[in-house]
């Protein structure tokens, strides 16, 4: 697994890195199939006395690429909101790849290897 944090008009302390990882234990613990990951945090200034603190994560797994973002006035609430929405969206694609085994049609009907009568 690759794993790529960095900062946009924001310098990572290893803090915010020890942070990240971890949040990022509990999403790699549901689903042990990524392959890379990369978290951009920045910091947008869109007034002076408003600052934004900016989270997004990108993930690829096997198959899919996942990406989420979320903003708030704390980085760290905004890294919680991340982690909780890639959590629910990490779960949701492992449900979708072990839901393979589907009935086929002709089991379903209830007739299958009977013999007409």
């Not at 990951?37 to 603190?53: A, C, D, F, G, H």
């Not at 890294?79 to 990490?90: A, G």
């Amino acid at each position: 697994m690759n794993l790529t944090i960095s900062g946009h008009h924001l310098e990572v302390t290893p803090a915010l890195r020890e942070y990240v990882l971890t949040k990022l234990d509990r999403v790699t613990r549901h689903f042990d199939q990524v392959v890379d990951i990369n978290v951009l945090l920045s910091v947008e200034k869109l007034k002076e006395k408003e600052r934004r603190q900016k989270a997004e994560v990108n993930l690829h797994v096997k198959g899919k690429d996942i990406f989420c973002e979320t903003s708030h006035e704390d980085l760290y609430a905004a890294i919680d909101q991340l982690m909780d929405i890639l959590d629910r969206q990490v779960v949701k694609h492992k449900g979708r790849v072990q839901d393979h085994h589907h009935e086929s049609i002709k089991r379903m009907d209830g007739s299958a290897g009977e013999s007409p009568q």
